[in-house]
Structures are given as C-alpha cells and as structure tokens.
C-alpha cells in the first residue's frame, strides 16, 4: 500500500514537472504581451492591452500575416489531393518499392532544414519564380507532407475492403466508390493532415527566409528581423496571436475528428 502510494506521488510529481516546463514559455510570452512597460519583462510592469492594439494598427504586421495566411493555405490546398492520394496507395495497394518510398517520407526529418530550403530556392531560382508567396506554400507543402500522408494512412489502414467491394458489386463506378465510400471513411486522417500542414505552413520560418524577399516577407521572417535589433513587447504579443491560431487548431481537430482519434492514429 505503501509502496503504491509512493509510486503515485512520484509519478503525479513528474507529471506536474513536465507539465510546468511545457507550459512555462507559453505563460511568460502571454503575460508579457500584456505589459504596461516599453520593455518585454515578466511578471509584466502593469497591464495593459495596447501591444495588441499596437500590432492591430500595424499594416506591416497586418500585411505580413495576410502574406502567412496565403502561405498556409496553398500548402494545404497542394497537400490535400497530393497527400490523400498517396495514404490511401501506400494503405491499400501493394506498390512497388512500398519501403524504399517509406524512407524517403522521412527525408525531411533527417536532412537539415537549411538543406531543404536551399534545393528548393536553386529550383525555383532557375525557374524564374522566386519573389512570390506560391512557390513558399509550395515549399512548405514539400517538405511536411510526410504528416499529411501518414494521418491519411492510419485512416486507410482501418478501411474495410468490402465496404468498397460491396459499392462496386452494386454498380457504383470507381470514381463513385472512391467518393462515396472511401474517402468519406479517411476523412478524419484528410482533416488532421489539413490542419497539421496549416500550422505548419503558419509557422515555418527557415524556407520562408530562404524564398522570399524584401517585399513579400511571411510573418515569421518579420518577427526575426524584427528581434536582430530589439525585442519589444508587440513581439509577444504576435506570439500569443500565434498560439491562439495553433489552439483554434486543435479545437477544430477535437470538434471534427476527436483528439483521441487523432492520438490513436499517431
């Protein structure tokens, strides 16, 4: 009894850490964007609301975020049909080199970043497009496809195959099966990818840095210009904008699809 006693209070100890140490930046950037004072410190001087009425009236902020948001949402326009396509091959057909393409998933994950983007900015230089925000989503979607494919494929994989047998013996068409039956079956792995490559797409700076310029910079690439030379108040206070997005998110995701689905299927 004892024993188990100790256990639990060793454990919830470790939990509490844990918890704390994820949730400390979180709560520093949030209290600071709410400061009173010219300089970013927590526990905040006063508090206050003009940061955020600062970067409302900001139209660089304004326009940098638009720029994000289109971004993000080519990245998630390319990588719905591209992503959901490929989950449900590699879930339910035997295709060729099934292993080989398995590991080239994870080339995102083992080649550096800088890598990546420097590749991508070599070809889209050479092809003359560099200077715009569609090749950037493009880029985003390039590299974090990966989550949307394997979310599609923990759908896929639970897919009856006589769900779709049974459609086409009674004369539904192949393009009629696959929307009637197979994809509404992934469509819990379609959002999550969706989301995944949104906030991705939302939050990436490095490719960002790498393709953009002067004129069409994304948000994030802001905000480092922004902290090389000093970092106010109105930073964290993005931040919070920023972790309100990602929350929004994972709202949605619970709403739509349910957070333990989506932990099932990680």
Known sequence: MIGSRSKSIVLWTLVTIALVTLSAPTIVVLGASFTDGNIITFPPDGLSLRWYARISQ??????AFMRTLQVATVCTIVAIPVGTLAGIALAKYAVRFEKTIQIYLLLPFT??????????????????????????????CVINLPFMIWAVTASATGLDPDLELAAANCGAPPLQVFFSVTLPAV???????????FILALNEFLVSLLLVDARIVTLPVL?????????????????VVFIACSAV???LL?????????????
């Open 254 to 266: 619970d709403r739509l699809v349910g957070l333990d689905i989506f932990l099932k299927s990680k």
């Open 58 to 63: 900001a139209s660089d902020l304004r326009n």
């Open 187 to 197: 469509m819990p792995g379609v959002i999550t990818g969706s989301l995944l490559m």
């Open 111 to 140: 080649i550096p970043l800088i890598g990546s983007g420097i590749g991508l900015m070599l070809i889209f230089g050479n092809a003359g497009i560099l200077g715009q925000l569609w090749p950037v989503g493009i880029a985003c």
């Open 249 to 251: 998110a994972v709202f």
């Open 223 to 239: 905000i480092y210009n922004s902290i090389r030379s000093i970092i106010t108040p109105d930073l964290a206070a993005i931040s």
